[in-house]
């Protein structure tokens, strides 16, 4: 159980364009996801908090108009990285927590983007 | 201080030996912890959770959970080379819902 998928698991695109990621809860109902980024050999990094149904809340430095995110259901939230620049490239990976009070998170596999 | 803070390592331990990863967490991460193993170019697995103070054991793994020392540690037994990896100490607290994640710590198993 507690399965989480990404799509794509590897983007390569031009710089300027926008790319989509999605996260997908496969068997459960997760009513809390959540973006992380990683870049070579750093930790993870949390970016933003997304709840089903209401805006997502971003962490101090991450831009909100780059980073659209959306949770429209309780099994899918995508992450839009907006207008893509080189620096953006980075290893994007999201979790999805189920039940409120049970605090353990699943992770997705990743999703590698790389702006060229 | 970092909110969570790891030795990076390499940390390198015979086949067969306890592998000890260690772990110091700041104040605005005082909640619940988890250990993450993250092999390279992948995404990190949960090994273990821990909440309350003392010692949480799973196999051959046991977390330590120490409140008022502020440190949280791993303990692997039987060594195996498969658990060469990078583990990660993640906390929970403060405003955010999110783990805040230490930079890990770069275990190596040697056969």
């Known amino acids: 159980g507690a399965v989480v998928s990404q799509h794509p698991s590897w983007v390569i695109c031009k710089s300027g364009t926008s790319v989509k990621i999605e996260c997908r809860s496969l068997?459960?109902?997760?009513?809390?996801m959540f973006w992380y980024r990683q870049f070579p050999k750093q930790s993870l990094m949390l970016m933003a908090t997304?709840?089903?149904?209401?805006?997502?809340?971003?962490e101090q430095g991450v831009e909100k108009d780059k980073f659209l995110i959306n949770h429209a259901s309780l099994t899918l939230s995508t992450l839009t990285v907006t207008s893509a620049h080189p620096e953006d490239s980075s290893f994007y990976i999201c979790s999805a927590r189920g039940l409120a009070g049970i605090e353990t998170q699943y992770f997705g596999p990743g999703t590698r983007l790389l702006v060229l | 201080q970092k909110e969570v803070e790891q030795n990076s390592g390499p940390l390198s331990v015979p086949e067969g030996a306890i592998a000890s990863l260690n772990c110091t967490y700041s104040d605005r991460v005082s909640q619940s912890f988890f250990w993450y193993r993250q092999y390279s170019g992948k995404s990190p697995e949960l090994i273990m959770s821990?909440?309350?103070?003392g010692d949480k054991e799973d196999g051959r793994f046991t977390a330590q959970l120490n409140k008022a020392s502020q440190y949280v540690s791993l303990l692997i037994r039987d060594s195996q080379p498969s658990d060469s990896a990078t583990y990660l100490c993640?906390?929970?607290?403060?405003?955010?819902?999110?783990?805040?994640f230490g930079k890990g710590t770069h275990l190596i198993i040697q056969p």
């Open positions: 068997d459960f109902q997760a009513t809390t």
């Open positions: 821990i909440y309350s103070n």
């Open positions: 993640a906390g929970l607290g403060g405003g955010a819902d999110g783990l805040t």
């Open positions: 997304s709840n089903e149904g209401s805006k997502a809340t971003y």
